[in-house]
T-cell receptor, first 108, second 114 residues
Framework: QKEVEQNSGPLSVPEGAIASLNCTYS??????FFWYRQYSGKSPELIMS????GDKEDGRFTAQLNKASQYVSLLIRDSQPSDSATYLC????????FGSGTQLTVLP | NAGVTQTPKFQVLKTGQSMTLQCAQD?????MYWYRQDPGMGLRLIYY???????DKGEVPNGYNVSRLNKREFSLRLESAAPSQTSVYFC?????????????FGEGSWLTVV
């Protein structure tokens, strides 16, 4: 089992819709959880971090964490074509471990 | 403020050649990292350095060596390049302090081994 698994893509949503990205992790000692966005040919950039159970909202982005289920998700409301990218889930236990990413395409 | 700077951006090597990827950060961060990214594999940690003078293996260290020259610089060396080392390499740094958990990435180095 991979330490961090993301829902397989690619994922396509129409402009204005909600995009839902999911991630599960195996290490129950994980304390910090992150979502990175990576445009093609570019480096990852941090868009959300979450440390406690529940929801955390930042503009159109909402991160949700459920430590009991070892599950973290990212919701993107009112999706825009500029949100088209690969989204990487990352989980920190002893080190930061990344999932393989989910490619999101927002269709105009 | 340049952040994390890595060089070269692109490199083609022949099998068996050696090379060093350079990385420097100007944010006074303690921790530095080298990742590789392959299609469908996400980012995998090669080596990291929690502070000047210390280095530790990550998930995929075989075929690589690192040097933490000083607090700013962390280099990655391929002693005898192999086609399996064709990848995109990212250097990153992180400030180890309470409440500061953000990793900052360099722009990446595209390495092809033929």
């Amino acid at each position: 089992q991979k330490e961090v698994e993301q829902n397989s893509g690619p994922l396509s949503v129409p402009e204005g819709a909600i995009a839902s990205l999911n991630c599960t992790y195996s290490d129950r000692g994980s304390q910090s959880f992150f979502w990175y966005r990576q445009y093609s040919g570019k480096s990852p950039e941090l868009i959300m971090s979450i440390y406690s159970n529940g929801d955390k909202e930042d503009g159109r982005f909402t991160a949700q964490l459920n430590k009991a289920s070892q599950y973290v998700s990212l919701l993107i409301r009112d999706s825009q074509p500029s949100d088209s990218a690969t989204y990487l889930c990352a989980v920190r236990a002893r080190q930061l471990t990344f999932g393989s990413g989910t490619q999101l395409t927002v269709l105009p | 403020n340049a952040g994390v700077t890595q060089t070269p951006k692109f490199q083609v090597l022949k099998t068996g050649q050696s090379m060093t990827l350079q990385c420097a950060q100007d944010m006074n961060h303690n921790s530095m990292y080298w990742y590789r990214q392959d299609p469908g594999m996400g980012l995998r940690l090669i080596y990291y350095s929690a502070s000047e003078g210390t280095t530790d293996k990550g998930e995929v260290p075989n075929g690589y060596n690192v040097s933490r020259l000083n607090k700013r610089e962390f280099s990655l060396r391929l002693e005898s390049a192999a086609p399996s080392q064709t990848s995109v390499y990212f250097c990153a740094s992180r400030k180890e302090s309470v409440g500061e958990n953000t990793i900052y990435f360099g722009e990446g180095s595209w390495l092809t081994v033929v």
